[in-house]
């Protein structure tokens, strides 16, 4: 199972791109990406890590005596770690959160099914994911049972509690006490950070 | 550029890395192996998850008839070699990277892309270097969720809410000069993981209002 490791799974997957479609145009495309507030479209679907787009046109010459190998179709290299277990959860996620950039993206893609949110549609798009997936040999991953949710969360309270050190150091203890357990009610009702706003 | 995420207040830590190296048939099988290996044998991950900037890595073998066909107007990949994907996200500059990582990693890396057409060895750098540079591709997009933070931010994180969590539930209720000694106590084994995270506009703390992003680009490459 080496897509998984721990709760995180790591999808590579290579989409064909139509032959008629201007790499170049998509290549700007997906690099005007990252002018989103929080970096990425990819940021409203909580469960992703990291995410990554490549476009593969050619392949690399090792020089003489090597051969020299020259795609047909160029590819877009998706790779995502994201919480879960299936790509059926991020799929899903993709098609309810960001179906507009979705198409705009993938569109330029061979054979990519429609978004909507009718079953039978959202199965073909699992299936096209699956069909375009290439198993991930080796996967290492740092923190594997720990979520999104549970680091960005975790930043924030070490940079608050930096904050309250700094704050009431040399004070009186029964009033640390108090504001300690303000702070920890306060964190605990907090909502977590925004993915990408880290 | 694209290589490096993004994140609300500018550049963050996480670089992306691709590498896309050729590998004959029967490389690919003693590749394959190998990663099989690696992937079941967890402690030999430990040197890997030792060096601490290291988030995530794939190894895909990608193999000559793999490349994905959907449609009988697409023509087949008629390949010469089967092809080696290294993905790796990493925090910090990519000279250091791939130097602590020929130095660190040497036997495992001489182990998978020896096998790879044209590769000189994970030693000396200098070599190594020039063939990932060579075949290296530009992420065209790279998105991480907490870009500001490093491999050695989100553990130091992990472990401070670890400890405030176990702290805050020991000491609710108590005396205040037992929650003092209980405080003091607790400070003196996170104090080193309390350590500013985020973007450089952060840690010079500079309201969002009055910076934008390309002063948040500059003091990104200033600063590494």
Same mark, same amino acid.
């Given at each position: 199972?080496?897509?998984l490791?721990?709760?995180?799974?790591?999808?590579?997957?290579?989409?064909?791109?139509?032959?008629?479609?201007?790499?170049?145009?998509l290549?700007?495309?997906?690099?005007s990406?990252?002018?989103?507030?929080?970096?990425?479209?990819? !940021?409203?679907?909580?469960?992703?890590?990291?995410?990554?787009?490549?476009?593969?046109?050619?392949?690399p010459?090792?020089?003489?005596?090597?051969?020299?190998?020259?795609?047909t179709?160029?590819?877009?290299?998706?790779?995502?770690?994201f919480?879960?277990?299936?790509?059926?959860?991020?799929?899903?996620?993709?098609?309810?959160?960001?179906?507009d950039?979705?198409?705009?993206?993938?569109?330029?893609?061979? #054979?990519?099914?429609?978004?909507?949110?009718?079953?039978?549609?959202?199965?073909?798009?699992?299936?096209?994911?699956?069909?375009?997936?290439?198993?991930?040999?080796?996967?290492?991953?740092?923190?594997?049972?720990?979520?999104?949710?549970?680091?960005?969360?975790?930043?924030?309270?070490?940079?608050?509690?930096? #904050?309250?050190?700094?704050?009431?150091?040399?004070e009186?203890?029964?009033?640390?006490?108090?504001?300690?357990?303000?702070?920890?009610?306060?964190?605990?009702?907090?909502?977590?950070? !925004?993915?990408?706003?880290? | 550029?694209?290589d490096?995420?993004?994140?609300?207040?500018?550049? +963050?830590? %996480?670089? $992306?890395?691709?590498?896309?190296?050729?590998? &004959?048939?029967?490389a690919?099988?003693?590749?394959?192996?190998?990663?099989?290996?690696?992937? $079941?044998?967890?402690?030999?991950?430990?040197?890997?998850?030792?060096l601490?900037?290291?988030?995530?890595?794939?190894?895909?073998?990608?193999?000559?008839?793999?490349?994905?066909n959907? @449609?009988?107007?697409?023509?087949?990949?008629?390949?010469?070699?089967?092809?080696?994907?290294?993905?790796?996200?990493?925090? +910090?500059?990519?000279?250091?990277? *791939?130097? %602590?990582?020929?130095?660190?990693? =040497?036997?495992?890396?001489?182990?998978?892309?020896?096998?790879?057409?044209?590769?000189?060895? %994970?030693?000396?750098?200098?070599?190594?270097?020039?063939?990932? &540079?060579?075949?290296?591709?530009?992420?065209?997009?790279?998105?991480?969720?907490?870009? +500001?933070?490093?491999?050695?931010?989100?553990?130091?994180?992990l472990?401070?809410?670890?400890?405030?969590?176990?702290?805050?539930?020991?000491?609710?209720?108590?005396?205040?000069?037992?929650?003092? =000694? =209980?405080?003091?106590?607790?400070? *003196?084994?996170?104090?080193?993981?309390? %350590?500013?995270?985020?973007?450089?506009?952060?840690?010079?703390?500079?309201?969002?209002? @009055?910076?934008?992003?390309?002063?948040?680009?500059?003091?990104?490459?200033?600063?590494g």
């Open positions: 199972m080496s897509n490791n721990g709760n995180i799974y790591g999808y590579t997957g290579l989409f064909p791109i139509k032959r008629d479609v201007d790499c170049s145009v290549r700007a495309d997906l690099r990406l990252d002018s989103h507030p929080f970096g990425s479209p990819l !940021s409203s679907i909580d469960i992703v890590h990291t995410a990554r787009l490549v476009i593969i046109d050619r392949l010459f090792q020089g003489e005596p090597a051969k020299y190998d020259t795609l179709s160029a590819y877009l290299l998706f790779a995502c770690n919480d879960g277990s299936d790509i059926e959860e991020l799929v899903t996620a993709i098609a309810t959160t960001i179906p950039t979705f198409r705009s993206l993938w569109g330029r893609c061979v #054979a990519v099914p429609a978004v909507s949110p009718d079953p039978a549609a959202r199965a073909e798009l699992i299936e096209y994911f699956r069909r375009c997936q290439i198993r991930t040999t080796l996967f290492l991953v740092d923190q594997p049972g720990t979520t999104v949710k549970q680091i960005l969360r975790s930043l924030a309270l070490t940079r608050r509690f930096a #904050a309250f050190v700094e704050q009431h150091q040399g009186d203890p029964s009033i640390v006490q108090q504001r300690f357990e303000d702070m920890w009610q306060a964190f605990t009702a907090a909502p977590s950070p !925004s993915p990408g706003s880290w | 550029m694209a490096r995420s993004r994140n609300a207040l500018g550049l +963050g830590k %996480a670089s $992306s890395l691709n590498v896309l190296t050729p590998m &004959t048939r029967v690919t099988w003693i590749v394959r192996s190998s990663l099989w290996f690696f992937d $079941s044998c967890k402690s030999t991950q430990r040197p890997a998850k030792a601490a900037f290291l988030p995530f890595v794939h190894w895909v073998v990608v193999g000559r008839n793999q490349f994905p959907l @449609d009988p107007t697409q023509p087949r990949e008629r390949l010469h070699y089967d092809y080696l994907l290294f993905l790796s996200t990493y925090s +910090g500059p990519w000279g250091p990277y *791939i130097e %602590a990582f020929a130095d660190v990693l =040497a036997n495992p890396l001489d182990a998978v892309w020896s096998w790879n057409v044209g590769y000189p060895g %994970a030693r000396p750098v200098s070599r190594l270097k020039a063939y990932i &540079t060579q075949n290296q591709i530009e992420s065209d997009h790279h998105y991480s969720a907490y870009a +500001g933070a490093s491999v050695r931010d989100v553990r130091a994180a472990r401070v809410h670890r400890e405030l969590q176990r702290f805050a539930e020991e000491t609710r209720g108590v005396l205040p000069d037992q929650f003092a =000694a =209980a405080f003091n106590r607790m400070l *003196i084994g996170v104090q080193n993981d309390l %350590a500013t995270t985020g973007t450089v506009k952060d840690v010079e703390h500079v309201s969002s209002e @009055d910076f934008d992003r390309t002063d948040a680009e500059q003091c990104a490459v200033s600063y």
